[in-house]
Every structure is written in structure tokens, then in C-alpha cells.
């Protein structure tokens, strides 16, 4: 049978074993929860909670006390809650939407990603620093959305489906912190499921901690368990495609090299190879002499193309890397929308501002503003 009541009289015995009453309005009754079944929990219960008790009635025959013998508990509206995640979780496999076979990997290149979550989340805030700090040529566009709410879900659909819509983008991140079964409900939306399962781009889900599963999890191209781990994947994609490129310079030198070292033996052996009368070996000789400099110019003139693709390349590399200048003491002003802030008239009295550091971030808010030039 299934009860529905308020924990009173809590007690945790050294056994192990649990004894509290369940209450509500007009009644209460006493019961008893074993060692066994209180180990399997993975939360505490605590005076006062609501809850819902699977249990068997029993009588405790030394005092003739009928009693509940508790067989499992969660928190109250917690069981319907899950029974309905796993009815929505099987109507979409039956749907398709679960099989692994239309599941896309991350792109190998990324210069774009959209980000949809909340403003005020904690999860803004990992998912930017990890990929300022791993990744920092990644472009973040913020497409800002309630997480949590009877509103969220309807905006975290629009919100997916606008971001799918920027061609510029590589990627979308969809994040949010930890939180109860109710707090993440949201992301169990079978119309937010069906909008990441439309998207064009490949989608990347960061919901809670690594033991939360939610339907938007499920559904994304790629789970990772937390936003900073979400954030991650991205860089390390990003990480290896500039080794790739640094790789490839690298066997482009190693092939000129080889080159000319085969161009060198091959005049080795021309050159043991003519025996012939003196004026001959003299016109050989001059002709070999001519080669020779037009195969090392060659070579060199090559070699020096590659060297300077390799350093073109590094200097790129290098220009793209917003945190250089950061070590010299400048810093980086971002908006609420993580833009780059370049104009004091664009800014408000008492707008808040996050100020990227060499080492850290400040989040500020506008005092006063001067629009005109200091130096002008």
C-alpha cells in the first residue's frame, strides 16, 4: 500500500534501523523502517518532510501495536513525478528519438558555440571560464532562458530553436545546475525534447550533476555530466584540431626535408657516375653545378614557404587568443550577454559588468560612465 503523510518522532537507531510516525490532519500512524532498506536511500529524511511510503501493515505483537513496516520513501509528489519522467522517457523510444544511431558527434571544428541558460546561473558563469581559460578563441553567443519554473520550459524551446537558427554557430550547449527532481522538471519536457531532437546543430546537454537524468539529457547528441564538463568537451575538440594543424606543418617540413636529401643523394650518385674525356666532364660538371643550385634554391625556397605558412599560422594562433594582453594588466569587459564592451556610451548607469582578468574574474556595476575620449 502507499501512504502519503508528515515524518514525526524521528528516530535513527544505532541498528540502523528508522522510527517515526506518519501524520497528517486528523490522524497518525506509527512505523518503522529496517536497516536493509534505509542503507538503499539516497537522501536523509528529516522532521517535518513530506513524503510518500510504500509499506505493509503489520502488528507488533509484544505491545499489540499496529504499525507500517516501510518498504521505500521519497519526498512527497517525488514517486509521480518519476513515474511520469519514465512514462515521457518510453513514449519517446517507442518514438525513436532515444536511438543511439541518430546521435552526432561534436564538430572538429568549432569557432561558435550558442549557450542557453539562465542569467543568473552558476552554470554561466563554469561554462565561460572553462573555455576562456582551455579554449578562449571560441566565440560564446548567450541565449539567456528561465531553468526552472512553469514558464521555463515553454522559453528554454524558444530559445533552442532561435540559437538553431544562427548559422554562425558550431554547436549549442544547453546548461543548468544541480537540483531536485522538481527543479529540473523542465528539461523533462516532451516539447523541449522534440525541439532538440529538430535541431540542425549538434546539441550538448550539462544538466545538473553527474547523477541527474533528465529527458533533455537523453535526447541531446552528447550527455556530459556537468556544464564545466559540457564546456570541456568543446575545448578539447577545439584542442585538437589546432594540434592536428600543428601536426600537419609539421609532416609538411619533415617531407621537404626528406626531399632534399634524396635530391642530394641522387647528384651524389650522378656525379660518381661520369667518366668521360675532360672537356665533357667539365660541361657535366658545369651542368651538375647548375642543378645543384637550383635544387637547393628550390629546396630552400620551399622549406621557406613552409616555415613561413607554420609561423603565419602560430601568429594567427597567437592574435586569436584573447587572455594575452590580459597578462600585461588590461583586462576584458563583458556584458550581461558575455559581449565584449567597447564603448562607455553603450553602457548604463548601474549596469552590471563582468570583468575578465589575467587571473580571475570581477563582477562589477556601473557607477558613472564617460562617453567622450579621455586622451581627446
Not at 534501523?17 to 497518525?28: E, N, P, T, V
Not at 515521457?88 to 561534436?106: C, M, S, V
Not at 563583458?334 to 548604463?348: H, K, M, N, P, Y
Request: glycine share 8%; net charge positive.
Amino acid at each position: 500500500m502507499r501512504v502519503q503523510g508528515e515524518i514525526a518522532g524521528l528516530t535513527r537507531a544505532a541498528s540502523g534501523h528508522w522510527y517515526f510516525s506518519l501524520r497528517d490532519s486528523s490522524a497518525s500512524v506509527k512505523a518503522v523502517m529496517f536497516r536493509g532498506k534505509t542503507s538503499l536511500l539516497d537522501w536523509q529524511p528529516k522532521e517535518g518532510d513530506q513524503v510518500e511510503v510504500t509499506a505493509v501493515v503489520t502488528l507488533y505483537e509484544p505491545r499489540g501495536d499496529f504499525q507500517l513496516r516501510i518498504e521505500s520513501i521519497s519526498r512527497s509528489g517525488q514517486g509521480a513525478l518519476f513515474e511520469a519522467f519514465l512514462a515521457r522517457k518510453q513514449k519517446l523510444l517507442q518514438a525513436g528519438l532515444l536511438d543511439p544511431e541518430r546521435k552526432r558527434p561534436i564538430p572538429t571544428t568549432i569557432n561558435a558555440i550558442g549557450l542557453v541558460t539562465s542569467l543568473g546561473a552558476a552554470a554561466l558563469r563554469d561554462v565561460v571560464v572553462t573555455l576562456t581559460q582551455l579554449a578562449p578563441r571560441i566565440r560564446i553567443v548567450l541565449y539567456p532562458s528561465l531553468v526552472q519554473g512553469t514558464e521555463a520550459a515553454a522559453m528554454l524551446c524558444q530559445q533552442i530553436r532561435r540559437a538553431d537558427q544562427n548559422p554562425a554557430l558550431d554547436a549549442l550547449l544547453l546548461v543548468r545546475g544541480g537540483g531536485s527532481l522538481e527543479d529540473l522538471w523542465a528539461f523533462n519536457d516532451e516539447e523541449l525534447a522534440h525541439a532538440i531532437a529538430g535541431c540542425q546543430h549538434v546539441v550538448i546537454a550539462g544538466i545538473g550533476h553527474e547523477t541527474d537524468v533528465t529527458i533533455a539529457d537523453l535526447i541531446a547528441d552528447i550527455r556530459a555530466a556537468t556544464p564545466t564538463a559540457a564546456a570541456q568537451s568543446v575545448a578539447r575538440r577545439d584542442q585538437q584540431a589546432v594540434q592536428l594543424l600543428t601536426e600537419f606543418g609539421m609532416r609538411a617540413a619533415a617531407i621537404m626535408r626528406r626531399r632534399w636529401t634524396a635530391a642530394q643523394q641522387r647528384l651524389d650518385l650522378l656525379s660518381q657516375a661520369v667518366k668521360s674525356p675532360r672537356e665533357t666532364l667539365a660541361l657535366r660538371q658545369l651542368r651538375l653545378e647548375g642543378l645543384t643550385r637550383h635544387l637547393r634554391l628550390s629546396m630552400k625556397g620551399r622549406l621557406q614557404v613552409a616555415n613561413a605558412r607554420l609561423d603565419r599560422i602560430r601568429a594567427e594562433l597567437s592574435a586569436l587568443d584573447p587572455t594575452a594582453i590580459l597578462g600585461r594588466g588590461y583586462a576584458m569587459v563583458l556584458d550581461t550577454e558575455a559581449r565584449l564592451v567597447t564603448d562607455a556610451r553603450a553602457v548604463g548607469l548601474g549596469q552590471a559588468l563582468t570583468v575578465q582578468l589575467a587571473k580571475g574574474l570581477l563582477d562589477v556595476r556601473v557607477h558613472r560612465a564617460h562617453g567622450e575620449d579621455p586622451a581627446g
